[in-house]
């Protein structure tokens, strides 16, 4: 299973690298930057979706499965870049929006404009409540009802997430066909595989009750459409129909996963993906407006996910392992520490620590080089309609004030991950030479690629050598997860074994010193570094030493 194996690394293209000066990246600035990953030495490229779309969610929202958006370049482009990185072993995963659809689908025009059309029952349209109110009560992803009223027809179509974005409707088999012929015609074309957005959210409870008020005024719809009735009857269709033609690849973004869930998501014998996204962690510290109002978290709570994970999916199923993507803010400012002072160190403390749990790894563009969150002072620079629509709804509703609201946007805004990535300290940083569709974050001087690479002791290398290490020890891989010193607010220390290797890793996860002490139930002979972030000339006993702030290390145990 190459996939167990993988590193992956995902390419939001829009931000990426833009080659012909438009101030949007594109397929030909991917294929100008796959020496680079390939030196990086990562296996797969997920790649946010390429496909024609209005850009209402850059490029979430999809008018054309079976063709590549005009910014973004041609479907010879395409092919040239698959074959490019085939050339130097690297996988193109496609990112799979299925849940939804835009509203310039032709699917969506013809069942809008013609109720007797087939395409009609591609989507899901109910009658108003007597009252002539929206079906249920449910809120969206992006703002305002799920439902959105068509005068024409008299009836409401269902979307979880922005009114262009119309939910497809699953229970209709000749829909579900059609997607399935669309997934072979790119594995035909020799992508690797299919990043699932939002797959658990395709079965909808059929009979569409209300949900528990929030304190948006909104009712939650969460539990009748997050794993829904026949989400799993769906997968292992897909599964039967197309992946299991090919040696694919397969995660499933999944919000309000659990683990008992992700069992059955990605069991061996169930014969449907190979991992899930859940979201426990990167929810730490959600608060009543969830991440518009920010809490403190603490490390025994981010220490008691990942385990519950390591744990509960070690046999029957694998995990995906990340930080951050194109929805999350950057790594090292959620997670780690932004400060010039421990930018760096806690950047590879947060890669040694995820990059050796068992599953597969995800790096997130420009994480290699430790980029961190952007603070515009100003709602105008920002371009997300997840942003723009919470930052309005919530100052005018009086839930929170404009400073507030933007306090927390530079906490946790999707746009953190989104701006253009840092290739050199020239204007725009290298990724552009006309004026990017968001602005760069200003640390570009500082934090780039072109300086990464001049410099042995960077983060990039760092990544580089985590990566290589997975390539030569099965530990890495296969070895079984141990959590140490479960109640310990300041480090994460685990075990790896499998057969008769064995890694201790210890990452201190505060801006202090902190004090470790080996349990007495783990006996060894020596220990050896296999990977650290410091170069420390000290002897140290491992019984009891002491780490510095953000300082990481793994030790193989004999
Ligand atoms: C997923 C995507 C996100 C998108 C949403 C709707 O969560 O990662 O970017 O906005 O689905 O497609
Ligand atoms: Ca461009």
Redesign the pocket.
Known sequence: MWWKESVVYQVYPRSFNDSNNDGIGDIKGIIEKLDYLAFLGIDVIWLSPVYQSPND?NG?DISDYQAIMDEFGTMEDFDQLIAEANTREINIMMDL?V??TSDEHHWFIEAKNNRNSPYRDYYIWKDPLPDGSAPTNWGAAFGGSTWEYDEKSGQYYLHL?SKK?PDLNWENPALRNDIYQMMLYWLDKGVAGFRM??INMISKDPSYPDGVEQATGYGDGGPYYFNGPRVHEYLQEMNQKVLRKYNTITVG?MPAVNVEEAKLYTGKERNELNMVFHFDHVSLGDGKLGKWTPQEWKLTELKAIFSRWQEGLENEGWNSLYWSN??QPRAISRFGNPSRQYRERSGKMLATCLHMLKGTPYIYQGEEIGMTNVQFDSIDNYRDL?TIHAYHDYTTNGLLTKEEMLEAIHKRS?DNARTPMHWSDEPEAGFTNGVPWIPVNPNYKTINVRRALADKESIFYYYQRLINLRKKYSVIVHGKYQLLLPDDEQLYAYTRTWNDERLLVICNFSDQTAMFQLPDTIKHQTEKILIANMDLDIERDLKAFTLQPYEAVVYILN
């Open positions: 969610d979430y929006v849940n939804h997430f974005q957005d939002v973004e194109h929805d997840e999707r």
